[in-house]
């Protein structure tokens, strides 16, 4: 029986001008003085920075990494299809102006996959037991929501006992599945904030390739890291390996886990209060695991989604022969992802042909004509997935959030209900870079930007288990 995404998954008009700043020529020497200076070119650094050029300021973007899109990256030579590393989706199409943006650029934007399967060993599940499955997911997910009402605690340490055969697959859906991190890591309170992710969003060239085309026009300099920020009240001076800059202010939107590490340094120091909320947003771990299979083996439809009946964490969720090609992706995350994606890419692809075999049958290892692996928490400008809040401090965003003397901080970790997620990227991004405008007097008649009021779910509604992945800086 296949599911809905209903049942199964959880989850400006100014912008929409093409800035009129063009990519720095390759070599070309770093500018010296900017209006704002943005660390980061993953979504929320571009969209702050077609923000800030829509109002008609300076801005210029310093990214690490020798391609903009952060944890946005699609691939689309290794295969011959378009494979995107990281987030592969956006949501809520009524508001999101990506896909407005993306239209517009050419892009095909269209519905990401509605359907999902449960494999019980070598078979699909029977309606019966996809209904005994949706059930406990409502159970687990009322648990935490009634539990988020009186405390913040771990979502593990309030998921029912009566889960059965089902317990396994509902902590996999609802914690690595979601979020990268085991429900032992994941607070109540963070997940049920969570706003539902439910309509998603796909870019047949790949949302990498979107977020590549949002930055064309931008001031960008790539490999050029910021190395120390010398910030106070007045304005901020960055230096990086092409030299100085100073901006009147800037807008951090590198990873809470290269915050917290000390990749930057800054003076003076970060007071504790923020590296403290970055710390305690560390990133989960989530991979894909590609392999590319001559005549469909698995005798799945074109974009099926499927997931095991699972009593152990070593598990993985399966999206098949995507966008009508033969690659598939065997995603892993959570305590077990992180483990087997520090044994190296060999052992990733080792495991995803042992559990494809396992449910589908030896014709498996025969068929697989490419693979690859992607292991972001080695990735030394993000290293890791997305931000996830432990019991006691889901806090920890807001106060991320915080702007410090002249320097404003964007990303998904800052964003209270779409933490994870490009779209809650995206719109922190708008937030600080109007939050910066404001403060050099470029948006001095406008009211700031309020975030949107935290809505509850009922705890009878049926649980989001979230998108595989979705997050992004």
């Given at each position: 029986?296949?599911?809905?995404?209903?049942?199964?998954?959880?989850?400006?008009?100014?912008?929409?001008?093409?800035?009129?700043?063009?990519?720095?020529?390759?070599?070309?020497?770093?500018?010296?003085?900017?209006d704002i200076v943005v660390i980061g070119a993953g979504a929320a650094g571009i969209a702050a920075a077609r923000r800030i050029a829509a109002a008609g300021r300076k801005a210029i973007v310093l990214e690490a990494a020798n391609q903009p899109?952060?944890?946005?990256?699609?691939?689309?030579?290794?295969?011959?299809?378009?494979?995107?590393?990281?987030?592969?989706?956006?949501?809520?199409?009524?508001?999101?102006?990506?896909?407005?943006?993306?239209?517009?650029?050419?892009?095909?934007?269209?519905?990401?996959?509605?359907?999902?399967?449960?494999?019980?060993?070598?078979?699909?599940?029977?309606?019966?037991?996809?209904?005994?499955?949706?059930?406990?997911?409502?159970?687990?997910?009322?648990?935490?929501?009634?539990?988020?009402?009186?405390?913040?605690?771990?979502?593990?340490?309030?998921?029912?006992?009566?889960?059965?055969?089902?317990?396994?697959?509902?902590?996999?859906?609802?914690?690595?599945?979601?979020?990268?991190?085991?429900?032992?890591?994941?607070?109540?309170?963070?997940?049920?904030?969570?706003?539902?992710?439910?309509?998603?969003?796909?870019?047949?060239?790949?949302?990498?390739?979107?977020?590549?085309?949002?930055?064309?026009?931008?001031?960008?300099?790539?490999?050029?890291?910021?190395?120390?920020?010398?910030?106070?009240?007045?304005?901020?001076?960055?230096?990086?390996?092409?030299?100085?800059?100073?901006?009147?202010?800037?807008?951090?939107?590198?990873?809470?886990?290269?915050?917290?590490?000390?990749?930057?340094?800054?003076?003076?120091?970060?007071?504790?209060?923020?590296?403290d909320a970055a710390a305690k947003l560390g990133l989960g771990s989530y991979d894909h695991i590609a392999l590319q299979m001559q005549g469909n083996p698995l005798g799945l439809a074109r974009d099926d989604i499927l997931i095991e009946q699972?009593?152990?964490?070593?598990?993985?969720?399966?999206?098949?022969?995507?966008?009508?090609?033969?690659?598939?992706?065997?995603?892993?995350?959570?305590?077990?992802?992180?483990?087997?994606?520090?044994?190296?890419?060999?052992?990733?692809?080792?495991?995803?042909?042992?559990?494809?075999?396992?449910?589908?049958?030896?014709?498996?290892?025969?068929?697989?004509?490419?693979?690859?692996?992607?292991?972001?928490?080695?990735?030394?400008?993000?290293?890791?997935?997305?931000?996830?809040?432990?019991?006691?401090?889901?806090?920890?965003?807001?106060?991320?959030?915080?702007?410090?003397?002249?320097?404003?901080?964007?990303?998904?970790?800052?964003?209270?209900?779409?933490?994870?997620?490009?779209?809650?990227?995206?719109?922190?991004?708008?937030?600080?870079?109007?939050?910066?405008?404001?403060?050099?007097?470029?948006?001095?008649?406008?009211?700031?930007?309020?975030?949107?009021?935290?809505?509850?779910?009922?705890?009878?509604?049926?649980?989001?288990?979230?998108?595989?992945?979705?997050?992004?800086?």
């Open positions: 029986m296949t599911m809905t995404r209903r049942d199964f998954l959880s989850a400006s008009a100014a912008l929409a001008m093409a800035p009129a700043f063009g990519w720095p020529a390759r070599g070309a020497p770093l500018p010296r003085e900017a899109g952060g944890r946005c990256i699609t691939d689309s030579s290794t295969f011959g299809e378009p494979f995107d590393r990281g987030a592969r989706w956006i949501h809520n199409p009524e508001t999101n102006p990506m896909i407005r943006l993306g239209r517009a650029a050419g892009l095909e934007i269209m519905p990401a996959p509605s359907g999902q399967k449960i494999r019980i060993g070598r078979r699909n599940a029977r309606a019966g037991e996809t209904e005994e499955f949706l059930a406990a997911l409502v159970k687990a997910n009322r648990a935490i929501d009634e539990a988020s009402r009186r405390f913040d605690v771990s979502c593990a340490s309030v998921m029912p006992k009566e889960l059965g055969d089902w317990a396994g697959t509902a902590e996999f859906v609802l914690g690595a599945g979601f979020a990268g991190k085991d429900l032992k890591d994941i607070s109540v309170v963070d997940k049920i904030r969570a706003q539902d992710r439910n309509s998603a969003i796909a870019c047949r060239q790949g949302l990498g390739t979107l977020i590549a085309r949002l930055a064309e026009q931008l001031p960008l300099a790539l490999s050029t890291p910021a190395s120390r920020i010398e910030w106070g009240n007045r304005d901020a001076v960055v230096q990086t390996p092409a030299g100085r800059l100073t901006a009147r202010a800037a807008i951090i939107t590198v990873s809470s886990n290269v915050l917290a590490g000390g990749n930057i340094k800054f003076a003076p120091d970060l007071p504790k209060r923020t590296l699972s009593n152990s964490t070593r598990t993985a969720l399966l999206y098949a022969n995507m966008g009508g090609s033969s690659l598939c992706s065997i995603d892993v995350g959570g305590s077990f992802g992180r483990d087997l994606s520090a044994q190296g890419e060999a052992a990733m692809v080792a495991f995803a042909i042992e559990w494809l075999t396992r449910m589908f049958g030896s014709d498996v290892a025969k068929a697989v004509t490419r693979s690859g692996a992607t292991r972001w928490n080695a990735s030394p400008h993000v290293q890791g997935a997305m931000s996830v809040a432990p019991p006691g401090a889901q806090s920890s965003r807001k106060l991320l959030g915080e702007p410090v003397g002249c320097m404003y901080f964007a990303g998904e970790a800052t964003h209270e209900t779409l933490w994870g997620t490009v779209d809650g990227a995206w719109e922190s991004g708008e937030r600080a870079a109007e939050a910066a405008l404001r403060r050099i007097g470029a948006l001095r008649n406008e009211p700031a930007k309020q975030a949107p009021p935290v809505k509850r779910r009922k705890s009878g509604d049926l649980p989001r288990a979230g998108l595989p992945g979705t997050a992004v800086n």
